[in-house]
């Protein structure tokens, strides 16, 4: 999975996504170099949650079934 910037550049690339626990770990490379770990927790789903608002969150559920505009 890669995550994109504003000017369409590749900001990061995630390699795997596992579980320890209650947590989620994610690992990947930022600007296709720095290796990073990043731990999500679930409070801080719960704050990302609040982020997205209600519509956010089904948009979010819908994405997987959306085309990829070009």
């Known amino acids: 999975m890669k995550l994109y910037g504003g000017d369409k550049r590749e900001l990061m ?4 996504i596992e579980r320890n626990q209650s947590e989620l770990v994610i690992r990947g490379k930022v600007f296709g170099t720095m290796p990073i770990t990043a731990t999500l927790t679930p409070q ?6 609040r982020l ?10 819908t994405m997987p079934f959306r085309r990829t505009r070009s």
């Open 13 to 16: 690339s995630v390699s795997r």
């Open 44 to 49: 801080a789903v719960r704050d990302g949650i």
């Open 52 to 61: 997205l608002g209600w519509s956010g969150v089904l948009f979010l559920l």
